[in-house]
T-cell receptor
Framework: AQKITQTQPGMFVQEKEAVTLDCTYD???????LFWYKQPSSGEMIFLIY??????QNATEGRYSLNFQKARKSANLVISASQLGDSAMYFC??????????????FGTGTRLQVTL | EPEVTQTPSHQVTQMGQEVILRCVPISNHLYFYWYRQILGQKVEFLVS????????KSEIFDDQFSVERPDGSNFTLKIRSTKLEDSAMYFCASERGQISPLHFGNGTRLTVT
């Protein structure tokens, strides 16, 4: 069974600094995808970044990058140059891709990031 | 950019009543999902839907829940007889393929009194 662990319930970062949000996962499926979503206080779920298990390079999307360490089963999100608008809940999620049909995303418990002046 | 739309944004209902939550997925998407998030907790999978049938459902998705895609554009979640513990944010999501990201709607906040 797939499992996602986010061990940081809350994090603080100063504006313009970089921050790393931790995520570890467990799966027996060799083919899987890892996702990060942002949930601001308004409640919507915003897709940030995706990493496939067979991708050779770490994914990047603007100020977001994913530090993918396959042997350690970790997929940490790095946000560079933090902005006040980055304050939100961040969820790591995973799906196994060898299920042959619509496969569910399994979410971690989330990390609440607070960006300070 | 096309988006998943959910209505209503907030629904208040009395225990025992039926509710229908509505979603319009992105038009060329093939896979559809419902998730829920109890306040302050993690996002939980309810059900996935593909090719006009349920692909997978969680333990939460019991006989009180059902999904339909009645007309090729809407995707609905029905709760037959609501309980207090059904109070949560319900998210609809859709995607084109399995390695594409899930696009979530803005959610329906269901409050059961």
């Amino acid at each position: 069974a797939q499992k996602i662990t986010q061990t940081q319930p809350g994090m603080f970062v100063q504006e313009k600094e970089a921050v790393t949000l931790d995520c570890t996962y467990d799966t027996s499926d060799p083919s899987y995808g890892l996702f990060w979503y942002k949930q601001p206080s308004s409640g919507e779920m915003i897709f940030l970044i995706y990493q496939g298990s067979y991708d050779q390079q770490n994914a990047t999307e603007g100020r977001y990058s994913l530090n993918f360490q396959k042997a350690r089963k970790s997929a940490n999100l790095v946000i560079s140059a933090s902005q006040l608008g980055d304050s939100a809940m961040y969820f790591c999620a995973m799906r196994e891709l060898n299920t042959g049909t619509a496969s569910k995303l399994t979410f971690g418990t989330g990390t609440r990031l607070q960006v300070t002046l | 950019e096309p988006e998943v739309t959910q209505t209503p944004s907030h629904q208040v209902t009395q225990m025992g009543q039926e509710v229908i939550l509505r979603c319009v997925p992105i038009s060329n998407h093939l896979y559809f999902y419902w998730y829920r998030q109890i306040l302050g907790q993690k996002v939980e999978f309810l059900v996935s839907f593909y090719n006009n049938e349920i692909s997978e459902k969680s333990e939460i998705f019991d006989d009180q829940f059902s999904v339909e895609r009645p007309d090729g554009s809407n995707f609905t979640l029905k709760i037959r007889s609501t309980k207090l513990e059904d109070s949560a944010m319900y998210f609809c999501a859709s995607e084109r393929g399995q390695i594409s990201p899930l696009h979530f709607g803005n959610g329906t906040r269901l409050t059961v009194t």
